[in-house]
């Protein structure tokens, strides 16, 4: 679990962050969502150490990060894992090379014991026999899930993503944010993920942090962000008309709901069903002649009476 409070940043006098807290929670997908210059990414580089805040305090797990000794940062280092918004690997290194990468920096283990690592770690992500590859040989989501296998090499206790899907199709962006998903609950990480993509908020949103002009002005689930009041948030969600027509839809399906559940409260109590709008017909006027109506007419012989 990792914790923030009260984080401010400013460049040049411009504030980025305002007092932003929060609690990232274990085994979960924690997203980091709003506009471009909202400060997502600021925030990410502030938890990581990155960037150091002006104000406020990180901890990892209860530990304290910010301002603490360089060892006890360093340890924490340890257990993180990074995948960087362009992937960011060596191009003068195999897939191979680029996985073992923080297995030389960061641990003791022998060359068999990273080989070994980086084999199941491209495997579990779907790249085994990719070894030696160049990073200019594979394609945009390959090498997303190349910097994935390398942020996880270390056995990492918790994982940021920035923008993991950036630039990837549909198709690829859904493979990699349930790849993630995965990884966090399997291996029980704290994952936190800045992203601007609805789709990734819908499909793997466990938990939702949305950030807006440096505060954070909500916080909940996927389950419950379609449902919110907050005019800023909603602006963001339903800028395309496909979320707006998604959101007449769920807002239609629950009217139909509630009016098949009042129903059925009146059926139990032995009440007449309250009539839907389509089962409504408009009576007519009687006619001032005809005071049965249109439909009660005679007629005798030749003669309409």
């Known amino acids: 679990m990792i914790e923030i409070h009260n984080i401010h940043k400013a460049f040049n006098g411009k504030k980025v962050l305002d007092g932003v807290s929060g609690v990232f929670e274990t085994g979960k997908t924690n997203l980091l969502l709003g506009a471009s210059g909202t400060g997502k990414s600021v925030l990410l580089k502030c938890i990581v150490g990155l960037i150091k805040p002006d104000l406020g305090s990180v901890t ?65 992500v779907g790249l085994e026999g990719a070894n030696k590859k160049m990073p200019s040989e594979i394609s945009g989501g390959m090498k997303k899930r190349v910097g994935i296998a390398r942020a996880i090499a270390p056995h990492c206790t918790y994982l940021f993503c920035d923008e993991p899907n950036s630039g990837l199709d549909p198709q690829t962006a859904l493979k990699i944010d349930e790849l993630i998903k995965e990884i966090t ?60 027509d998604a959101k007449k839809v769920e807002e239609e ?45 005679t007629q005798t012989g030749n003669d309409k009476v």
């Not at 797990?61 to 301002?67: I, K, S």
């Not at 340890?78 to 996985?99: C, P, W, Y």
């Not at 399906?253 to 129903?263: G, L, P, T």
């Open 185 to 244: 609950e399997e291996y029980n990480i704290t994952t936190i993920i800045v992203t601007h993509d609805m789709n990734s908020v819908i499909e793997i949103g466990d938990k939702i942090f949305f950030l807006y002009e440096g505060k954070k002005l909500w916080e909940g689930t996927r389950d419950d962000i379609m449902d919110t009041d907050i005019k800023e948030l909603n602006d963001f969600i339903f800028a395309n008309r496909l979320m707006r």
């Open 60 to 124: 990892f797990d209860g530990t304290y990060f910010t301002n603490n000794k360089l060892d006890i940062r360093q340890e924490i280092r340890r257990k993180i894992g990074m995948l960087f918004q362009g992937s960011a690997l060596f191009d003068s290194m195999t897939v191979e090379q680029n996985v073992e990468f923080p297995l030389k920096m960061l641990t003791d283990m022998t060359k068999e014991e990273r080989k070994e690592r980086v084999d199941f770690c491209l495997k579990r």
């Open 253 to 297: 399906e629950r009217e139909e709901e509630e009016e098949r559940r009042y129903n059925g409260q009146l059926a139990s109590q032995g009440k007449e069903k309250a009539p839907s709008e389509e089962s409504v017909e408009t009576e007519k006027e009687p006619h001032p002649d005809n005071p049965e109506g249109p439909a009660a007419t």
